[in-house]
């Protein structure tokens, strides 16, 4: 059974930090891209990032390139985002999620975590 | 703004067929990328339902189907039940954009 579970999420001052995790299982980690996605409190998803399966290529969303950096380490299936100059605007539910294939830009999120939330707040 | 456009509303009895639709443009439905489907539930992470614009992933009902003309989507829900009650979103590949990926604002299904 394929589990994603996000973690690493809080309240942080604008301009803050803060690193989000997911664990990943179930199935064989390095052989799909993975995604963050976002949705913000009462709104709808916005894709965040992703990174092939051997973490080759990555890619960002306007609203994050810059201040976001997405990686992974396939030894031990697990995601992460790095969040630094965080925003008001960053405040959103984080879902990990799981590619359909291995390769950049990806095609369909087959599966997705519960998600963590970000909180950016003074 | 969301780059694919659907409507924020549709409702439909127990038992009726309700169509949700997805507009896009030449950059992203238009220019031929699939489109993909996800249910939310109230209070959960979104669920594929329909992939490469009208293939169901195993163990989501035959009652939900998907197509794809033109530069718009539509999903489809026969024989509405209470539990269909939820947000769904399009999703698909924007060429025009560093975002890659794009999804439709969603739609809010209710079931009277």
């Known amino acids: 059974e394929v589990q994603l579970v996000e973690s690493g999420g809080g309240v942080v001052q604008p301009g803050g930090s803060l690193r989000l995790s997911c664990a990943a299982s179930?199935?064989?980690?390095?052989?799909?891209?993975m995604h963050w996605v976002r949705q913000a409190p009462g709104k709808g998803l916005e894709w965040v990032s992703l990174?092939?399966?051997?973490?080759?290529?990555?890619y960002y969303a306007d609203s994050v390139k810059g201040r976001f950096t997405i990686s992974r380490d396939n030894s031990k299936n697990s995601l992460y985002l790095q969040m630094n100059s965080l925003r008001t605007e960053d405040t959103a539910l984080y879902y990990c999620?799981?590619?359909?294939?291995?390769?950049?830009?990806?095609?369909?999120?087959?599966?997705w975590g519960q998600g963590t939330l970000v909180t950016v707040s003074s | 703004q969301s780059v694919l456009t659907q409507p924020p509303s549709v409702s439909g009895a127990p038992g009726q067929r309700v169509t949700i639709s997805c507009t896009g443009s030449?950059?992203?439905?238009?220019?031929?990328?699939?489109v993909h489907w996800y249910q939310q539930l109230p209070g959960t992470a979104p669920k594929l339902l329909i992939y490469?614009?009208?293939n169901r992933p195993s163990g989501v009902p035959d009652r939900f189907s998907g197509s794809k003309s033109g530069t718009s989507a539509s999903l489809a829900i026969t024989g509405l039940q209470a539990e269909d009650e939820a947000d769904y979103y399009c999703?698909?590949?924007?060429?025009?954009?560093?975002?890659?990926?794009?999804f439709g604002g969603g739609t809010k299904l209710t079931v009277l």
């Open positions: 999620a799981k590619d359909s294939t291995a390769m950049a830009p990806g095609y369909y999120f087959d599966y």
């Open positions: 999703q698909s590949y924007d060429s025009s954009l560093s975002g890659l990926k794009v």
């Open positions: 030449s950059s992203n439905i238009g220019a031929g990328y699939d």
């Open positions: 179930g199935f064989t980690f390095d052989d799909y891209a």
């Open positions: 490469g614009n009208s």
């Open positions: 990174i092939s399966g051997d973490g080759g290529s990555t």
